[in-house]
């Protein structure tokens, strides 16, 4: 069985050896390399290189103490982000490839490429962050931009100011970003919570913006017209503002407008339904 599965594995990009030795660690308990290589039979002197191989890669995970023992991450998991990873790649290929079309004959007619599926997402994202220089605006749910955390962290590594606002707990720290938490809406049930967006804007040049209303299927748009980076741009940071009022006054805030500032939205609802909305906001005040 882990010969079959260190098989499988050499054409899913593994080496000989990163392969035999995930093979011999799926189901087992942590082991140190000298373990892994009695177990595979891979040499010693290669066994070591290979384990953190397959940690830099995300299969196997290195706990902390010595003689250093390593585990693998289950097959589910490990599977599953690859399956991701392979299909943002596909996507970022498939949109370099339209890229490469030649232009239309009417140049002053701007396209907006669109964004299909959240691979397609991922991929322009990914794009985004890979080309800017200066700073990057990003607005989205948690499990989104967990998604681009590598990305989010290269682009840091090159000095871009990073600039977030997250919607539930972010999975992950970028040392220098300017992180903020959506709290002002934690409290509040929305029929639209299920909904997930994801906002980029690079440099003041260019925007992605992609919703999933149901948080599944996804549909986005990824530009460079002015008129659409000044709107998301601006969306985003007065989104931040808000949070960071919410920040110093929220309990003067819920007072006045309820958990989650749900009192906020009653001009979108008929008018015989506004009046106890101010007659609260009247009594707080």
């Excluded at 593994?14 to 140190?32: I, N």
């Excluded at 196997?60 to 097959?75: E, M």
């Excluded at 299920?194 to 990824?222: F, M, N, Y």
């Amino acid at each position: 069985m882990a010969d079959d599965l260190a098989g499988l594995l050499l054409g899913l990009g593994f080496s000989a050896y990163e392969a035999r030795c995930y093979a011999g660690l799926v189901g087992g308990e942590p082991r140190t390399g000298y373990a892994v290589s009695q177990i595979t039979g891979v040499p010693q002197p290669k066994v070591y290189e290979a384990l953190r191989r397959l940690a830099a890669r995300g299969a196997a995970v290195r706990l902390a103490g010595d003689p250093a023992r390593f585990v693998a991450v289950p097959p589910g998991t490990l599977f599953d982000q690859m399956q991701e990873t392979y299909a943002v790649k596909i996507a970022a290929a498939r949109q370099a490839a339209v890229s490469n079309r030649p232009a239309p004959a009417d140049e002053s007619a701007e396209l907006l490429p669109l964004l299909a599926d959240r691979p397609a997402v991922l991929a322009a994202a990914t794009t985004l962050l890979a080309a800017a220089e200066r700073r990057v605006y990003l607005s989205g749910t948690a499990p989104d931009l967990g998604a681009l955390a590598d990305p989010l962290r290269t682009a840091a590594g090159r000095g871009v100011d990073l600039v977030i606002l997250h919607f539930r707990e972010l999975p992950f720290t970028i040392d220098g970003a300017h992180v903020f938490r959506h709290e002002s809406t934690e409290k509040a049930i929305y029929r639209h919570h299920q909904a997930r967006h994801l906002a980029l804007v690079g440099d003041s040049r260019e925007v992605i913006w992609a919703l999933a209303r149901d948080g599944r299927q996804w549909h986005g748009l990824h530009s460079r017209n002015d008129l659409l980076v000044a709107a998301i741009k601006g969306y985003v940071r007065h989104d931040i503002d808000l949070q960071q009022i919410y920040a110093g006054f929220g309990p003067e805030l819920e007072r006045a407008y309820g958990p989650g500032l749900q009192a906020l939205e009653h001009y979108r609802r008929p008018a015989e339904q506004q009046r106890p909305t101010e007659q609260r906001r009247r009594e707080a005040g």
